[in-house]
């Protein structure tokens, strides 16, 4: 049966390869902030597969932005099979010394109110889906910490713990699961982390290579159809954390 998923920030890497991941058979929601033409062919990969695509617009670090995108999911297809909570990036890096007010509000606004407002907007589409989940992109910042990047790492953290006590307040209904990603080649890292840095994380990687947007594609196809899996954070890093 073909299943309705909202994606944010499914304009570029990790959520635009998901996107093309759910897309044969299924109807997609494209979201994207500022990146128009990539969602635009996102939307055209979703149709050449068979799938249904809309694209929208939010500004998701804003209550309105997610009011925005949870009311065009509503009148677009009227419920949802699944939300990927993918949009977030570190804004910039910021020595611990010299933390800024605004800056730790837009992290905290990107990477975790964004979530936490439009997961709770989407819990009446959901509830009328099929087998209805969320899924967070939170990062490997939650386990290793990230110098330079402790308020990016602290608001991926609140994440994960929010994905554990929604998992509990939404269940059975709802199973709500994350994936925290390690390095992963998108357009993250050309913003904010240097190829000498880049080329660190590969050597101290046991699978000795950056991951791919479709791997992380992957493990939230995968916690989609896991019926029996909830409140869980998979770690998808090639190794750079073990448990
Ligand atoms: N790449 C990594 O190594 C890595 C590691 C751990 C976790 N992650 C997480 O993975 C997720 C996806 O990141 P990515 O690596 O795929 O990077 P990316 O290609 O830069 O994707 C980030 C997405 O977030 C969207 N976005 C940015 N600002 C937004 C805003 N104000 N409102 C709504 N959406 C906004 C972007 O949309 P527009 O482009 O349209 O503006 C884009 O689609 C993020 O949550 C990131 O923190 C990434």
């Given amino acids: 049966m073909a299943k309705t998923i909202l ?10 390869a998901t ?6 058979g299924n109807r997609v929601i ?23 695509a809309h694209v929208v617009q939010a500004n998701l670090a804003t209550d309105a932005g997610c009011r925005e995108l949870a009311s065009f999911a509503a009148e677009t297809c009227g419920q949802l099979d699944v939300l990927v909570n993918n ?23 990107l990477n ?4 936490m407002m439009l997961s709770s907007l989407c819990i009446p ?5 099929e087998h209805p989940c969320i899924v967070n992109v939170t990062s490997i910042a939650v386990r290793h910490g990230a110098p330079s990047a402790t308020i990016y790492g602290a608001a991926k953290g609140a994440l ?4 554990r006590g929604l998992a509990k307040e939404l269940a059975p209904t709802i199973r709500v699961n994350a994936v925290a990603p390690g390095v992963i080649d998108t357009p993250f890292h050309a913003r904010v982390t240097t190829p000498e840095k880049m080329a660190e994380f590969k050597a101290s990687t046991p699978v000795r290579r950056i991951g ?3 791997e992380i594609a992957e493990a939230i196809a995968f916690l989609a159809d896991s019926l029996f899996m909830t409140g869980e954070t998979v770690d998808v890093n090639g190794g750079l954390f073990m448990r």
Avoid: K
Wanted: proline share 3%; charged share 15%.
């Fill in 125 to 129: 589409l959901l509830e009328r889906g």
């Fill in 87 to 109: 949009s977030g990036g570190l804004v910039r890096r910021c020595p611990a010394r010299q933390l800024e007010w605004h800056l730790m509000q837009e992290v905290f606004a």
């Fill in 160 to 163: 994960d713990t929010f994905t």
């Fill in 112 to 115: 975790a109110f964004s979530t």
């Fill in 19 to 24: 996107a093309r991941r759910f897309a044969a």
């Fill in 30 to 52: 494209i979201h994207y902030h500022s990146s128009s033409s990539e969602a635009n062919a996102v939307a055209a990969a979703v149709q050449r597969t068979g799938g249904t």
């Fill in 7 to 16: 994606i944010t920030g499914a304009s570029t890497g990790i959520g635009a």
């Fill in 212 to 214: 791919q947007p479709e």
